[in-house]
């Protein structure tokens, strides 16, 4: 075999085993140095792939991707800094615990550091943030194919171990490198006789079943029994299973429960206005737990934390699937690594007396509910709060839902409406806060569910990612984009340096001053500036039936916004005093 069939066939077996690990899902930049990888998908019948002209972009669609699936997608890009460009979505990936393969062409030993175009040092480039990474040999027969196959299995297995994130094989290629077909018979397949049959993995690694130590459920279900007033704290969670176990365990136990935006229960109905709650003082002097359970990872609001430093619990529990520490408010007395859903399990049934704040809270919900609808009457002008509360009641419950970082998901948190049973699936990029990549992320999370997408993001956040917009031709169902434009970045001007008059508004709040039509247009996507509340609702609406996607661009005063939301936490405040005082 000569170099060119040589390369042709490794990156054929390399992409081949990818596909039947389930990791079939490929984004990949245009690049000469990967031309055997991209070749390989292209030419693999059962790979999956979307092509991007921009690898930051690629790497949070392949985020979002995952956020969606629970496998890993895999990025293939060209040598140099290509790869760089991944790093921002790798960093989420790591932080968040989100699947993810990069898997970068690279130039041959002799050519680095010595000068050669289009080359860096792209061995373990990602350092920490990655969970493995392996700088693999130039294609050769003298290597066994069945080593390739077991890097491949065992880089599928450490991005979905314990806890799950990106791992990155780097793949150096020699000249000429366009493909070239191979003879089936060479001696160098012949020990993957087997696997060319069966079409089955080379190297299957479950995932173990784990349970909660004995130990550590014993003293929690102690813990619970003997508590006066326990509180329940959802963080981000990636999986619906353990969402739904622990709202049943919270309903079993009769235990009030705190849903994050990103635990995926915040938009269920009946969750109540725990948000409105935690952020009054009235309530947080009247309510102190004496036991605080905190299951799955980072919250969007800091209430709860300021809540825990004034309350001071006699115990503060933390419960997540690794063993990485999370401890950011308050001392942790017990940490417990576990499943959400199996620890859930073990503790049903721990205690059988309810918790009064349930039922003395339902007055104080209902008036904030009937509070923030009024904001949505049909007549009344479109505020960035009357967006995020008309957006969450009008996205059908089987649509995905995702939102910037900054002020966006801070309007869906505190104050969006739960009318369905069964609330859309919801994803946000937490695991770093950044806003870099969030069209991207909200792009690949849509096409990983294969449904409609809905995103709520602020116009810092999507002048960052433009260029994505490109990508919503592609995808499978239309997407919306919600645009809250209040020219600048609106949550400094919640901030203390807000009041710094003579730095502030340059410096700070950063105004654009554009208007996001001539990007609709330029895209080939839908537009509409709704003014009011009722035209808001007729054009969401109309976009869910619309072709194409379609950008929402709603105009706000970032000044107005502040007072709204000052003056709405002054009723919830006087609402609670009524409540609790």
Not at 256 to 274: E, I
Not at 279 to 285: I, K
Not at 526 to 555: D, H, Q, W
């Amino acid at each position: 075999m000569n170099n060119r069939q040589v390369t042709t066939l490794w990156s054929t077996v390399l992409v081949e085993e990818l596909v039947r690990q389930d990791a079939s899902m490929f984004c990949i930049s245009p690049g000469s140095r990967s031309t055997p990888l991209t070749a390989a998908v292209a030419r693999n019948p059962d790979a999956r792939w979307k092509m991007f002209p921009d690898e930051r972009s690629a790497g949070f669609f392949a985020l979002g991707h995952a956020r969606a699936t629970g496998r890993p997608a895999v990025l293939v890009c060209t040598s140099g800094t290509a790869v760089a460009n991944y790093f921002p979505a790798v960093v989420e990936a790591s932080s968040d615990h989100v699947p993810m393969i990069v898997i970068s062409a690279d130039r041959p030993f002799e050519l680095l550091e010595c000068g050669a175009n289009q080359t860096i040092r792209q061995d373990n480039i990602f350092g920490s943030y990655v969970r493995w990474h392996m700088q693999l040999p130039l294609p050769s027969s003298d290597i066994p194919l069945q080593s390739l196959l077991s890097t491949v299995g065992h880089a599928v297995a450490r991005s979905l171990g314990s806890p799950n994130g990106p791992v990155h094989l780097n793949q150096p290629f020699r000249e000429p490198f366009d493909p070239e077909p191979f003879e089936d018979e060479t001696p160098w397949l012949e020990p993957l006789r087997a696997w060319k049959i069966d079409r089955r993995p080379r190297t299957s690694t479950p995932q173990p079943e784990r349970r909660p130590d004995a130990r550590a459920v014993a003293t929690l279900r102690g813990l619970l029994s003997g508590a006066h007033s326990p509180l329940f704290i959802a963080g981000s969670m990636s999986s619906r299973e353990d969402a739904l176990a622990l709202e049943a365990l919270s309903e079993d136990l009769r235990v009030p429960l705190y849903c994050d935006l990103s635990s995926g229960l915040r938009l269920k109905k009946g969750r109540g206005a725990w948000q409105q709650a935690f952020a009054s003082p009235a309530f947080l002097e009247h309510f102190r737990p004496d036991l605080v359970v905190h299951f799955g990872g980072r919250l969007v609001a800091r209430h709860p934390s300021a809540a825990l430093r004034t309350w001071k619990p006699d115990h503060y529990v933390v419960v997540r699937e690794h063993p990485w520490r999370y401890e950011p408010d308050y001392p942790v007395q017990l940490s417990v690594e576990s499943p959400i859903a199996a620890a859930a399990r073990e503790l049903t049934g721990s205690r059988s007396q309810p918790c009064g704040i349930l039922e003395e809270a339902e007055g104080f919900f209902m008036r904030c509910a009937e509070t923030l609808d009024a904001l949505t009457d049909p007549g009344l002008a479109l505020s960035e709060i009357s967006a995020a509360r008309l957006t969450s009641k009008l996205i059908a419950p089987h649509e995905a839902l995702f939102t910037s970082n900054s002020m966006a998901v801070r309007m869906l948190d505190s104050f969006s409406a739960a009318p369905h049973a069964e609330g859309p699936r919801t994803a946000l990029n937490r695991g770093a806060s950044g806003i870099d990549g969030i069209i991207s992320t909200g792009a690949g999370f849509a096409e990983g569910l294969g449904t409609a997408g809905t995103l709520l993001i602020g116009d810092i956040a999507f002048l960052h990612d433009l260029n994505a917009l490109s990508l919503l031709a592609s995808l499978s169902r239309p997407m919306r984009i919600v645009l809250l434009n209040n020219n600048g970045g609106g949550i400094f001007s919640f901030l203390p340096v807000a009041a710094c008059d003579d730095i502030f508004e340059e410096h700070f709040a950063t105004p654009q001053h554009f208007s996001a039509r001539p990007a609709a247009e330029m895209f080939g996507l839908g537009y509409a500036a709704p003014r009011t509340n009722r035209e808001f609702e007729a054009c969401f609406l109309e976009a869910g039936r619309s072709k194409k996607s379609t950008l929402i661009e709603i105009v706000t005063s970032r000044q107005e916004n502040v007072e709204r939301h000052r003056t709405l936490q002054a009723r919830f405040n006087a609402l609670a005093e009524s409540a609790f005082g």
